[in-house]
């Protein structure tokens, strides 16, 4: 492209820009960056060039701040002034009026500040939790080129994001980190350009720059800043040099080569580059230090590119912008709708008015629910990669499925819930899945699965973690709790298979004779345990030798819209989540029976139903001339059924919940409350935890 082309691609940009294409700005630095290239002979024009890029670099912190593109509509009329002007006296004009410039868009950093980066806390906090989710990005997108390395999207879509980190780094001068991206990029300039193609080496390759990606930023969250860190990256470095060997040599060898420049001015340079957080590319830093001129760097490009010829062109992504909101606003916005749905609750009528009033408050709850949510895809993104390098470190063949990594739960549950995925996910490679040879022995595919799922029953988020592997020994587990004194041998004959396999829950409990550095402590699975019930849930196994082990994690929702059937026990309101009820009906004596002297059941259609009095469970008097006659039959999560006897079901409805708080956490089979029209609170029951409570007031046989 020439001068004039960059001048006209950078105003058309700038248009559209002004149309609300928030994603243009990022073209828009890239175009500024090329266009550099024409001037580089012109301090003064560099000097404005760098203060545009930082009016749109601001722009992109701060979308939307008065004076952005006046400022830089301004500025590139002075270039372009500068570019048109036939004699010296005007140029010297020109750049006087360039050195003179000032951009007045209020979110602009000088051209001076930006060398030096504000610790402004935010600012640099923003910037950690974007360069975390590109991380969990790029990590997700490595592993689906690992499976078809014949995707040059996903090379694409790598290219785009350490692109993006490098540039972030140069702005803020991490040097160690832009460093790193540098050659990461690299390494993916050498793949989507097609002259390597896909490795494991550089599956490898990218992944360990992940690793250290991830390393250097703990290093910045520990130390608030720092420009450079103490993470070596010399081995690595070499080693992506070495994978990226290719026919087409650098700028630096090509100047070499023809004599523009001697060896030791290039390593001058390339020190230069590097100090400057890769925010300068080499051409610039050697025109500007009088190696070479602007018209030999030109002529050296146009051959580097003929032998690039051919490279896929990038085509940027279109997708919705991503904006950080401190969590404090967003709790406050869902806590206010959720406040505003439950006083239209409590308005009574029927008018269009009211009608639509009521649709448009329960569309601003759900999409503010949304808000505090996000999905399962950069959890189960870190697990499959679990599952890749801990199967090669054991030397299995075994796969990750995930199922359900769209649901959108609370972003506080997905942080805690990592740890016990991970130690399940670790426990079913180690002690469930066999060898290859082991599992042709059995009749087993070679290659063993471990299944993530995720699904909403309820009011509960189901979290599953399946391996195809050896199953659970019982025998082994009751050994060694027997070896432990954690049971009594009398007893031990008399264990449902339930409980015999929540003693690996037992902190100090392992059946591994020998400990690795994946597990053998036995403290893994009682860190899984408590983080469950610290969060209000339970979870559940399910084995058969031979065969498969399964854990789910069950939890309740603690904020949410649901469907609710409005029950009344006395004078207490309780609140059935609706997609746990199977039907409701009407109780006549001789439906209910009791069996081994104490245990209730309801006879409907020829099938024995286990009943839960409601008042007796919550020990809320009866009221005599009330009595309970109303049958609700619900499925616990694990599809039994029970039915619930109380004194009376009012209506079904929506119902906003609410998390009770940390007062009554610890109260049992209640997961959430509601406010119900009239002010009146009612109390949403944990159906399982209620079934829970039940059978442990049934003496035992």
Do not use: W
Request: charged share 30%; hydrophobic share 40%; with cysteine.
């Amino acid at each position: 492209m020439t001068r004039d082309d960059h001048f006209s691609a950078i105003t058309s940009l700038l248009l559209k820009y002004e149309t609300g294409d928030f994603l243009l700005l990022s073209d828009l630095s890239d175009a500024l960056s090329a266009l550099k290239d024409f001037f580089l002979e012109v301090p003064a024009a560099c000097k404005l060039i760098e203060n545009l890029k930082n009016c749109v670099t601001g722009e992109m912190k701060n979308s939307g701040t008065d004076g952005f593109t006046e400022s830089l509509s301004a500025g590139i009329d002075l270039l372009q002034g500068y570019a048109l002007a036939q004699d010296d006296a005007t140029r010297a004009e020109a750049e006087l009026a360039m050195g003179a410039f000032s951009c007045k868009s209020k979110s602009c950093p000088s051209v001076e500040d930006a060398g030096v980066p504000e610790r402004d806390e935010e600012t640099f906090q923003i910037f950690l939790t974007e360069i975390r989710d590109r991380l969990a990005n790029a990590q997700e997108t490595i592993l689906q080129l690992e499976d078809n390395p014949d995707d040059s999207a996903a090379v694409q879509t790598l290219f785009r994001i350490f692109h993006t980190i490098k540039g972030e780094c140069g702005f803020l001068k991490i040097a160690t980190l832009g460093e790193l991206t540098h050659n990461i990029e690299s390494l993916l300039d050498e793949l989507r350009s097609g002259r390597s193609r896909v490795s494991q080496q550089h599956i490898d390759l990218l992944l360990e720059g992940l690793d250290m990606s991830r390393e250097i930023l703990k290093r910045l969250e520990k130390n608030d800043y720092a420009v450079f860190t103490d993470v070596s990256l010399d081995s690595y470095v070499n080693r992506v040099k070495n994978v990226s060997a290719a026919p087409c040599a650098n700028l630096g060898e090509i100047l070499v080569a023809e004599g523009k420049m001697q060896e030791e001015d290039v390593a001058r340079v390339l020190e230069k580059q590097k100090a400057s957080a890769y925010r300068k590319r080499f051409g610039e830093i050697a025109v500007q230090e009088k190696f070479l001129s602007s018209e030999e760097l030109r002529e050296t490009l146009d051959k580097q590119k003929d032998c690039k010829a051919g490279e896929p062109s990038r085509v940027p992504d279109r997708t919705d912008p991503v904006i950080k909101v401190r969590a404090s606003k967003v709790n406050f916005l869902v806590d206010m709708i959720g406040e505003l749905l439950i006083a239209m609750g409590q308005i009574s009528g029927s008018g269009a008015e009211l009608m639509q009033m009521r649709k448009i408050t329960r569309s601003l709850q759900y999409g503010a629910m949304e808000l505090r949510t996000d999905t399962l895809h950069t959890l189960f993104g870190n697990l499959r990669r679990t599952v890749r390098d801990l199967s090669k470190q054991l030397k299995k063949n075994v796969r990750a499925e995930c199922v359900g990594e769209d649901l959108e739960i609370d972003r506080n549950l997905i942080e805690k819930l990592e740890e016990p995925l991970m130690h399940l996910v670790r426990n079913s490679l180690d002690h469930g899945i066999e060898s290859e040879l082991d599992r042709k022995n059995a009749g087993k595919d070679s290659q063993g699965v471990v299944t993530l799922k995720a699904e909403r029953h309820g009011n509960s988020i189901v979290i599953t973690v399946r391996d195809d592997g050896k199953g659970l020994d019982r025998e082994r587990i009751l050994s060694k709790a027997l070896e432990k004194k954690l049971i009594r041998a009398e007893a031990a004959d008399a264990m449902t298979d339930s409980q015999v396999f929540n003693l690996i829950f037992t902190s100090g409990f392992s059946t591994h004779t020998e400990v690795s550095l994946i597990s053998g402590r036995g403290v893994g699975m009682d860190i899984v345990r408590s983080a469950v019930v610290d969060n209000r849930g339970r979870i559940e196994i399910e084995s058969v030798a031979g065969s498969y082990s399964e854990f789910r994690m069950i939890f309740p929702l603690s904020t949410a819209i649901i469907d609710g059937m409005i029950t009344r026990v006395s004078q207490s309101l309780f609140v059935f989540p609706i997609g746990s009820v199977i039907e409701s009906i009407k109780i006549v004596p001789a439906m209910l029976s009791t069996v081994n002297g104490s245990v209730e059941v309801a006879n409907l259609r020829g099938e024995s139903i286990p009943v839960i009095r409601m008042h007796e469970t919550f020990c809320i008097p009866e009221i005599p001339e009330s009595p309970a006659i109303i049958g609700v039959i619900c499925e616990t999560s694990d599809r039994r059924k029970f039915m619930f006897i109380l004194d009376e079901v009012i209506a079904k409805r929506e119902v906003v919940i609410k998390s009770l708080g940390a007062r009554f956490s610890d109260l049992r089979g209640i997961s959430s409350g509601t406010v119900l029209s009239g002010g009146k609170i009612g109390l949403v029951v944990d159906i399982d935890e209620i079934v829970d409570l039940s059978l442990m007031e049934i003496p035992a046989r």
